[in-house]
């Protein structure tokens, strides 16, 4: 039948033109050409069509198509693009809360619940998931059981942008987790320009210390049932907790209802910011002085702060919220509302705008405006009735030096930072006001314009990513050990001078600004100038042609093409090159050498420092990665940066010790060291306030003290210890 059917619509012209003249000695490619024809012709059966189908498909498998060789190279090429046409790397597009569950219970915050993060395409991503970066495992010991892991790559899950983000399921948490902790790692990669590291594993074997690649953070989504989230250096994990909300003031949670932290962005963005800051500056984990550890928070939180003005509807909402006024209270300004609300605060856990203050109120006081009243407590007649009231909070010179404790004291450093935000801001919406005013400046009362929410959302969203890029690029500039608030100043003007030199619009003023406002300086320049707080060379320069030397004999090719554990290893490869180097008197002079800050020994030796007599450890070779910026010019600056490390130990105080060193950015392209950022070994002044916090610390209250003895098994989690305390 389906032979008569061939050969009655054969009498067609499409058809008789690709007949070949001779059926048994027909190619295969002729016999195809004719398959094709029949099926395309209009009065074809359906079942011939599926019959002639079958024999092109199998044709297809069976017989490579050779194309005759033609043309010019470009002609080939353009061949060979049209056959295989590349497909744009797609993403992962996941469904998170933007914020957190809790925002879904209020009308007001409804729609802007849901985002989705385009998270880089893995090739190989397991169920977990699990990729090339991160593990998510979810058991959980509390309740004795585990969850069957998500599987991104399933085509009911890939297709629908992820799972729907739900308190109850086990699986979106995974999804959720997974998707906010790559979006951190990526604007990390992008703002440093190569590829992220886990801090290594650190083992001592027969005495010797041994550094292991990790290729993955672990998450623990459901690791704990308890007020807590942290990063654990010691497992290489983040562990999420869950907990009941507590009865009285849980906010938009009920009472009683469990509240998962691995919901919260700001919490999964700050752990995993806690661990990248790790990966780059282990020494960091030392709270050598009362800054590193509120160092670590402050920058956790910016980190999340910042990633939210990355997610278009809940900006632009609070942008229409606020008409543009990001000073006013909004969620932009807070982190962590959910877990702050469930744990008996009122409002969220940290709020860097302004805070919630008590206020005795009148019978007839009305609501502010900011909606907040109606949470209030119902009035007893008997009692002064108190409301509770958002109110901005202004700086203050005295708020560094007042605070004392590691969370208060980072909290004056975002504050700072975001301080410094807002006024970029301001001054770069400034025009657009004036625009849409007709020149006066002050916008009519009741909802400003969708083009003006829209325009002033692109501004905010623009300078918040620039802000994001100069923090994480600052870090490249920060000393080996031992940072301090003003040198991470001292770190953000040279690292924003380096990319943009034209300061069109005052960045560096307004950072320099918000931390004076704060009472935060650097103290060791003259002037708080964006010019003098630039970092400086070393004032011995080093030999440019032994450094040119050295660099030769490194690869140096670590950026984000390359395979991380290759980067890894490429990096161990590259201090102990750069360590025989430091150490060979020919290439480096003993004044060089203390022009750096360091001592050059062949093995451990006592020495004294002040009063304090120890033995002094060998240099050490900390890290050494490579930077590559593009800058707005287009520039690309690349700079290899190196931090060496120094340790002395007192001998009473085996304990203790007191490291030195410094960071050395080194030009690529000229050889020449361009800054160096140093902390001495041989400092008594360190010395002294390293000792006088040691003590603090064994007199302060609860678990801290276990942060400072780097011999104690608890050292291994100080940010359990660290979260715990503010729970
Ligand atoms: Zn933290």
Known sequence: MLELEALQLSQSSAVESVMPADAATASRAQVRRLSEALIAHPRASKSLRQALGVAVRRDQVSVPVTLPVMGNAVQRLQL???????????????????????????????????????????????????????????????????????????????????????????????????????????????????????????????????????????????????????????????????????????????????????????????????????????????????????????????????????????????????????????????????????????????????KVVKVKAGRDDESDGNGESDDAEPSDPAKPREKEIWVRQEPKRTDYESATEAHDRGAVLVAAVFDAFLQVYRRRTLDLVRLATAGTGILPKGAISADLVGRLAREASKVAGQFLSICIRALDYCPPVDLTFGEYLRALITADADLVPDDKYGYRTAFIEAFRNRGIYPWDVKHLSPGSLLWEPPPLPLQKANVRAVLNQMSIDWD??????????????????????????????????????????????????????????????????????VGPDGNIRSDLIVEITQSFRPSDRPDLRLRGGCTLLIDLATAEVRYMVRKRVQSPDRLASQLEQLKLARDAPGGLRSNYFASKPAAGEPFAVMHRVHG
């Open 80 to 354: 060979e693009h049209a056959k295989s046409p590349k497909v744009p790397q797609p993403a992962y597009r996941l469904r998170v809360y933007a914020y957190d569950p809790s925002l879904g219970a209020r009308l007001k915050t409804l729609a802007i619940n849901e985002a989705t993060l385009d998270v880089r395409w893995e090739e190989d991503l397991q169920p977990g998931p699990i990729g090339e970066y991160i593990e998510v495992i979810d058991i959980d010991p509390a309740s004795q059981c585990c969850y069957a892991p998500v599987d991104l790559n399933h085509p009911h899950i890939l297709t629908r942008s992820g799972l729907s983000p739900s308190e109850a399921s086990p699986q979106f948490h995974q999804q959720m987790t997974y998707a906010v902790a790559m979006k951190t790692i990526e604007h990390f990669e992008a703002a440093l320009g190569r590829v992220a590291l886990w801090a290594p594993r650190e083992k001592t074997v027969d005495g010797e210390r041994h550094n292991e690649y990790v290729q993955r953070l672990r998450i623990y989504p459901h690791a704990l049932r308890a007020k807590n989230a942290y990063y654990s250096p010691e497992r290489k994990a983040l562990l999420l907790g869950y907990f009941t909300a507590s009865g009285s003031n849980a906010g938009t949670s009920l009472p009683g209802g469990v509240v998962f932290t691995a919901t919260s962005h700001d919490i999964v963005a700050h752990e995993t910011t806690h661990a990248l800051l790790d990966g780059l500056h282990r020494r960091f984990r030392e709270a050598t002085n009362p800054d590193v550890f509120a160092f670590h928070e402050a920058f956790a939180d910016i980190v999340a702060l910042f990633q939210h003005f990355t997610l278009p509807e809940a900006l632009r909402h609070q942008i229409a919220e606020t008409r543009g006024d990001l000073e006013k209270q909004n969620l932009l300004g807070q982190l962590a509302v959910q877990f702050g609300e469930a744990t008996g605060r009122y409002g969220a856990l940290r709020d860097y705008i302004g």
């Open 560 to 629: 984000m093409s390359v395979k991380r554990e290759a980067a890894y290893k490429s990096s161990e490869k590259n201090a102990k090159i750069f360590w025989h180097w430091l150490m060979d008197p020919k290439q480096v002079s003993e004044e060089e050498i203390a022009a750096l800050g360091l001592l050059r020994i062949d093995k451990p030796r006592p020495d004294k420092i002040g009063a304090w007599a120890g033995e002094l450890r060998r240099i050490e070779i900390h890290s050494v990665r490579p930077a590559r910026r």
